[in-house]
């Protein structure tokens, strides 16, 4: 870490995190962790590894982990029981953005499939564009016996609030991690860290300094390239065939489920360790992606933050992370990159460049 404040502040959201999830579950719980995130985007990955940290301080057996395309209720109910304890993977996904796909449909299931048992979804961000799907989510939740709604940000406590649901606020579990040794030395002044598809809120980036990079995570065929090492094309190779196993077969879906678990820890810490030698490029981040301002934060890398389409990194910012001595606030793109270039060119790692402020929550 570059920066004692940091240090201190990701101390302090890892406790918040550990504090409310100690309120929920007892040491010794056994517990099925549904909707593992088996995606492209390598964020979802920091948080499920916080989750696992977070859990295991907690004292929390998990007993079962799948992924939506291997979730099946009878797999479930094997190993918690009709009134068992089910967790719902966090993250941003929450709403109707993706449609119905993966983890919400799966999350609606469970809420369908398991009326009667404990059911908890770790800290999320709710964003609906539509009445419809948020109104049909409300009667869900509404509708089961002991569900628990955890939100990592004030803007999805207030629309839990709106839905008449009782939310808990709890810090994005990827903080449960800890401060994170830097990947490799940068090669750049400043890496660009520039998310595609429907959360893109700037278009296009400007014409690009002398001494900045820009790029993405890799996606699909990208993580099983070279690129992202030889072990995780394996492992991503046989979760394919176990899935599809368990698709194709239903009476194999038992004997199977256990080894297609056990894939997820080591695929989940190859992936962060992917996005870390990413966020790492630079010897400042400009992203806006949510969990690259969080990795270099817990990194100690000096960035700058700009807002997704539907306002989740602001009210992360505002939330939580605007305390950061290495973090700071963009409004617009141009403005991100000559904080970022006057960033990397600060001699002490994480100061503010003088004349230069950002917008905090009061």
């Given at each position: 870490?570059?920066?004692?404040?940091?240090?201190?502040?990701?101390?302090?959201?890892?406790?918040?995190?550990?504090?409310?999830?100690?309120?929920?579950?007892?040491?010794?719980?056994?517990?099925?962790?549904?909707?593992?995130?088996?995606?492209?985007?390598?964020?979802?990955?920091?948080?499920?590894?916080?989750?696992?940290?977070?859990?295991?301080?907690?004292?929390?057996?998990?007993?079962?982990?799948?992924?939506?395309?291997?979730?099946?209720?009878?797999?479930?109910?094997?190993?918690?029981?009709?009134?068992?304890t089910?967790?719902?993977?966090?993250?941003?996904?929450?709403?109707?953005?993706?449609?119905?796909?993966?983890?919400?449909?799966?999350?609606?299931?469970?809420?369908?499939?398991?009326?009667?048992?404990?059911?908890?979804?770790?800290?999320?961000?709710?964003?609906?564009?539509?009445?419809?799907?948020?109104?049909?989510?409300?009667?869900?939740?509404a509708?089961?016996?002991?569900?628990?709604?955890m939100?990592?940000?004030?803007?999805?406590?207030?629309?839990?609030?709106?839905?008449?649901?009782?939310?808990?606020?709890?810090?994005?579990?990827?903080?449960?991690?800890?401060?994170?040794?830097?990947?490799?030395?940068p090669?750049?002044?400043?890496?660009?860290?520039?998310?595609?598809?429907?959360?893109?809120?700037?278009?296009?980036?400007?014409?690009?300094?002398?001494?900045?990079?820009?790029?993405?995570?890799?996606?699909g065929?990208?993580?099983?390239?070279?690129?992202?090492?030889?072990g995780?094309?394996?492992?991503?190779?046989?979760?394919?065939?176990?899935?599809?196993?368990?698709?194709?077969?239903?009476?194999?879906?038992?004997?199977?489920?256990?080894?297609?678990?056990?894939?997820?820890?080591?695929?989940?810490?190859?992936?962060?360790?992917?996005?870390?030698?990413?966020v790492?490029?630079?010897?400042?981040?400009?992203?806006?992606?949510?969990?690259?301002?969080?990795?270099?934060?817990?990194?100690?890398i000096p960035?700058?933050?700009?807002d997704?389409?539907?306002?989740?990194?602001?009210?992360?910012?505002?939330?939580?992370?605007?305390?950061?001595?290495?973090?700071?606030?963009?409004?617009?793109?141009?403005?991100?990159?000559?904080?970022?270039?006057?960033?990397?060119?600060?001699?002490?790692?994480?100061?503010?460049?003088?004349?230069?402020?950002?917008?905090?929550?009061q």
């Open positions: 870490m570059s920066s004692a404040n940091d240090a201190s502040l990701v101390s302090e959201l890892s406790g918040l995190i550990d504090d409310a999830l100690g309120g929920l579950l007892e040491p010794g719980t056994e517990v099925a962790l549904v909707n593992f995130p088996n995606i492209g985007n390598l964020g979802d990955s920091v948080i499920w590894l916080g989750a696992r940290a977070a859990l295991g301080r907690s004292g929390v057996r998990v007993v079962h982990r799948c992924e939506p395309r291997t979730y099946r209720r009878t797999v479930v109910r094997r190993a918690v029981g009709e009134r068992g089910i967790l719902l993977q966090g993250g941003g996904n929450l709403g109707d953005l993706y449609g119905k796909a993966g983890q919400q449909k799966v999350r609606e299931r469970v809420l369908r499939d398991f009326p009667r048992a404990r059911v908890i979804q770790l800290p999320q961000t709710i964003w609906f564009r539509r009445e419809r799907p948020r109104d049909r989510f409300a009667a869900l939740c509708a089961h016996d002991d569900f628990t709604l939100v990592r940000d004030r803007a999805s406590l207030e629309r839990a609030a709106e839905l008449d649901l009782a939310p808990v606020l709890c810090p994005d579990l990827a903080f449960a991690l800890g401060p994170l040794a830097r990947a490799a030395a090669d750049c002044d400043v890496y660009w860290l520039a998310r595609k598809g429907v959360e893109v809120l700037h278009g296009e980036l400007p014409a690009l300094a002398d001494g900045v990079e820009a790029g993405d995570y890799p996606h065929n990208e993580q099983r390239g070279g690129g992202a090492g030889q995780l094309r394996l492992m991503l190779a046989a979760n394919r065939f176990l899935a599809a196993t368990i698709e194709r077969q239903p009476r194999l879906a038992v004997p199977v489920a256990r080894p297609a678990a056990a894939l997820y820890e080591p695929i989940a810490r190859r992936r962060v360790e992917l996005a870390k030698r990413i790492c490029r630079g010897r400042a981040l400009v992203t806006d992606r949510f969990h690259g301002h969080v990795l270099a934060i817990l990194v100690g960035n700058v933050i700009l997704n389409v539907y306002g989740k990194n602001r009210t992360l910012w505002e939330t939580w992370t605007h305390r950061s001595e290495t973090s700071h606030w963009a409004d617009d793109p141009a403005q991100a990159q000559e904080l970022a270039l006057r960033l990397a060119a600060t001699p002490v790692a994480g100061a503010p460049p003088a004349g230069v402020g950002e917008t905090v929550a």
